[in-house]
C-alpha cells in the first residue's frame, strides 16, 4: 500500500493549477471588514470558504454569526480518537486597497505576472487561507487523516477581531484542540523557511490635551495661553531618553530578559542593520541601544506615536492657537508585560510631566498580551521537520514584531498553543498597493502543511 503522505504530496502537484485558480477566484471578491459597504461581500466571503471547504472533505460547515462579520466552522476527523487536535485559524477579509491609482492592476483582478500574483488579499491572507484548504484536502484525498482537524475563519481580523473573544468564549466545546496552526505569519525570503515562535502584544491609546474654551488668534493670545500642540509635543519628546529607551515609570520591570542561547538563535536571522534599511528607505536606524535591530523588533518593547493632530493643517496659513490636540500611541509589549500596568504607567507619566497650564485625558483602544511559544512544542518540532522537508535546510526561528491577537485569545481562553508560519515574504506589500504572492513558495508551503499534518498526528 502507498504511503498516504506521497499520495498527498503528489495530490497537491497535480492539482496546483487548479488552486490558483480556486484562489483567484477568492480573491475576485472584495471583502473589505472596515467598510460598510462592503457588507454583503464580505458574507459572500464567507459563503465562498465555507462551501469550498465542504468540496475538500470538511464536516459540520457552518457560517456562524458573531457581533459582527461572520466566521466559518468546520471539521474532519481522523479515523484515531485520540488522534491530536488541530486548529487551523485564518481571516478571509483584507484591508482597503487604497489608494487606487498606485495599482498596476485592478485590486480585485487577480493578475500573475512573473512569479508573482497579484491583488488585495493574495498574501495577507487568503493565500495562506487557500494553502491550508489545500493541503486539508489533499490528505482527504489521500486516505485517513493523521489527524482531527478543525477550522476556524474568521472575517475581523483586519479591524482588530472585535467579535472573536466572544466567539471563542462561547464555543469552547466546539473549538477544544491540542494546538492551533496560524499561518498568519511570513518568511524572511524564498529560501528561508521560518518559523515564528513569539509575538509582541499591543497597548493601544488615545492622548488627548485640552487648552483654552475654544481656538484663539495666535497673535493676541500667544505667549499668554499654553498651546496644547506645544505641551502634547513636549510630553511625546519625553518618553524616550537619550538611549531609546522608554521613560514612563516602571515600563521595563517586567520585561523579560533574553538568554545567551536565544539572542545567539535570533543572530542566525539576516536580519542586520542594512536588511532593515534596504526595506524601509529609512536614511539611518534607531532604537534602544544595546540591542540588534531584530531583537528590538521582536523581544523589546517600544512606544510609538501613530498619529498627531491639532489646529489648522490645511493649505496655506491660518495663526491659530488651538484649543485641543490629540495623538495616537501604540506601544508593543513583550512577556511578562500587562496592557493595564502599563496604561498605569503612562498615567503615572503625566501626572508627572503634564504642565498644570493644559488638561489631558487618555483612552484605552486596545490591550493584547505578547505571546511565546516554547520552540521544543511538538507543533513547532513537527513544524520544523516539515519546513526543513520541503526546503532542504532548517528554519530560522524568529520573534515578530507586530500583534496577532487570536495567538493570546486561544491561549487565555483555551489554554491552546500556536504554531505560526506562513509564506508571505517582505515585500509582499501587505495594506499597501500591489500587494502579492510569490507563487513558488506558496507552492511550497502547501507541500510543508501536508508534512506538518502527517508529523504531527505521528508524535
Request: charged share 25%; proline share 8%; with cysteine.
Amino acid at each position: 500500500m502507498s504511503d498516504p503522505r506521497l499520495q498527498a504530496l503528489e495530490y497537491v502537484r497535480r492539482n496546483r493549477d487548479r488552486f490558483l485558480e480556486d484562489l483567484k477566484e477568492f480573491l475576485r471578491i472584495p471583502s473589505i471588514s472596515t467598510d460598510p459597504a462592503h457588507h454583503d461581500d464580505v458574507r459572500r466571503a464567507a459563503e465562498w470558504v465555507a462551501d469550498r471547504l465542504r468540496k475538500a472533505g470538511a464536516e459540520r460547515v457552518e457560517v456562524l454569526p458573531t457581533g459582527g462579520h461572520p466566521v466559518v466552522y468546520g471539521e474532519a476527523r481522523a479515523d484515531r480518537p485520540e488522534a491530536p487536535t488541530v486548529l487551523v485559524y485564518g481571516h478571509y477579509d483584507v484591508q482597503p486597497p487604497d489608494p487606487l491609482d498606485l495599482w498596476e492592476s485592478g485590486p480585485f483582478e487577480p493578475t500573475v505576472r512573473g512569479e508573482n500574483l497579484y491583488a488585495r488579499g493574495a498574501s495577507d491572507m487568503k493565500g495562506q487561507v487557500m494553502a491550508s484548504i489545500a493541503a486539508f484536502e489533499a490528505l482527504v484525498q489521500a486516505g485517513p487523516l493523521p489527524v482531527h482537524v478543525k477550522f476556524l475563519i474568521e472575517g475581523e481580523e483586519e479591524i482588530g477581531s472585535p467579535s472573536l473573544p466572544a466567539f471563542i468564549e462561547g464555543n469552547r466545546e466546539r473549538l477544544q484542540c491540542t494546538v492551533s496552526l496560524n499561518p498568519d505569519a511570513g518568511m524572511i525570503a524564498p529560501d528561508l523557511p521560518t518559523i515564528t515562535y513569539g509575538l509582541r502584544g499591543l497597548a493601544y491609546f488615545e492622548l488627548r490635551v485640552y487648552g483654552p474654551a475654544h481656538d484663539l488668534h495666535s497673535g493676541l493670545y500667544g505667549g499668554v495661553v499654553h498651546n496644547p500642540a506645544q505641551a502634547l509635543c513636549e510630553l511625546i519628546a519625553g518618553m524616550h531618553d537619550a538611549e531609546g529607551r522608554v521613560t514612563l515609570p516602571g515600563f521595563y520591570d517586567r520585561v523579560r530578559p533574553l538568554t545567551d542561547e536565544e539572542r545567539a538563535e535570533l543572530a542566525r536571522l539576516p536580519m542586520d542593520e542594512r536588511f532593515y534599511l534596504e526595506l524601509t528607505g529609512a536614511p539611518a536606524l534607531w532604537g534602544e541601544a544595546g540591542y540588534t535591530p531584530i531583537e528590538r523588533i521582536g523581544a523589546r518593547p517600544t512606544l510609538e506615536v501613530n498619529g498627531l493632530l491639532a489646529g489648522f493643517t490645511g493649505p496655506g496659513a491660518k495663526t491659530v492657537l488651538p484649543a485641543y490636540a490629540m495623538a495616537k500611541i501604540s506601544m508593543r509589549l513583550v512577556p511578562d508585560q500587562d496592557p493595564e500596568e502599563v496604561y498605569q504607567q503612562l498615567v503615572r507619566y503625566l501626572e508627572a510631566h503634564a504642565p498644570k497650564t493644559v488638561r489631558w485625558e487618555v483612552i484605552r483602544m486596545a490591550g493584547v498580551r505578547a505571546s511565546l511559544t516554547d520552540r521544543n512544542h511538538p507543533a513547532v518540532q513537527a513544524l520544523s521537520r516539515a519546513l526543513e522537508a520541503v526546503w532542504g535546510r532548517r528554519p530560522l526561528f524568529k520573534r515578530e514584531g507586530g500583534t496577532v491577537p487570536i495567538v493570546t485569545q486561544l491561549k487565555e481562553i483555551l489554554g491552546v498553543e500556536s504554531v505560526l508560519t506562513g509564506f508571505g515574504l517582505p515585500d509582499d506589500n501587505y495594506h499597501a498597493p500591489n500587494e502579492k504572492l510569490h507563487l513558488p513558495t506558496w507552492s511550497r508551503g502547501t507541500e510543508a502543511l501536508v508534512h506538518f499534518f502527517y508529523n504531527y498526528g505521528e508524535r
